[in-house]
């Protein structure tokens, strides 16, 4: 059986699921947010070392200003109500992606960021304004600058997930199979799995099912 380290979510269907039941693209991020602490709390059940969310890309910026707005005071409301027990759950969090919000924002990001910077059980990577090709990009204009010898290992560690080993599996949900520049380069390997509900319908149990079939795979790394 795989040993599973580490998840990447791309938490896609939001929008549709809001308008489909609640009339309003907004409602349909408010209750991914409570899919988002169900798959946070079902991780350190499974004792999950990494959990990474594609909570915002670079690309996102194209959306209305209302929609974006609503996203980032929910994530505001998050960090104000809920960090003192994400810390006491032992919770690390991480966020990758480039920190130009709000300074209200910035300021919550990097306190959440340091109180719970030594913690162990489970570390949330959030990818906030996260867009993999700049990521390359930035880490190849730093190598260069170094000097350092053209290597994998050299270009990585100036990607924003140095410290982080790649994910072993990636699920996108909302019944859409692409990336969506998330992780290009850190996905190379992992197994991929595309799941049809949107991600608020999204339960604990869903997530056990896909672990399960991902601990079932034979996993070569290009071996046979
Ligand atoms: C994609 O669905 C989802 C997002 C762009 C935002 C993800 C945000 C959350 C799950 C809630 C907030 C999270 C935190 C951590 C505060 P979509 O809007 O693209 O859905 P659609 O494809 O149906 O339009």
Request: no cysteine.
């Amino acid at each position: 059986m795989n040993p599973l380290n580490h998840v990447a979510i791309i938490m896609d269907g939001n929008g549709r699921w809001g308008l489909k039941y609640k009339k309003s693209r907004n409602a349909g991020h408010k209750a991914g947010l409570r899919t988002v602490e169900k798959i946070i709390k079902e991780s350190i059940n499974k004792k999950l070392k990494y959990l990474t969310l594609y909570a915002f890309s670079t690309e996102n910026w194209k959306r209305p200003k209302q929609e974006i707005n609503f996203l980032f005071s929910l994530l505001e409301n998050f960090l104000i109500n809920k960090l003192d027990k994400l810390h006491k759950k032992n919770i690390k969090l991480k966020i990758i992606g480039i920190k130009n919000f709000s300074s209200k924002l910035n300021k919550l990001l990097i306190k959440a960021e340091k109180k719970t910077d030594k913690n162990s059980k489970l570390q949330i990577n959030l990818a906030l304004n996260y867009g993999s090709k700049i990521e390359i990009i930035n880490a190849i204009k730093k190598l260069n600058k170094s000097k350092k010898k053209i290597t994998e290992k050299n270009l990585t560690n100036f990607f924003q997930t140095k410290d982080i080993p790649d994910p072993d599996l990636l699920i996108r949900t909302g019944n859409t199979k692409r990336l969506s520049n998330f992780l290009l380069w850190q996905l190379a390997y992992s197994e991929i799995f595309f799941e049809k509900k949107l991600w608020p319908a999204f339960t604990e149990r869903d997530f056990n099912k896909i672990i399960k079939e991902f601990k079932k795979i034979k996993r070569n790394f290009g071996n046979i």
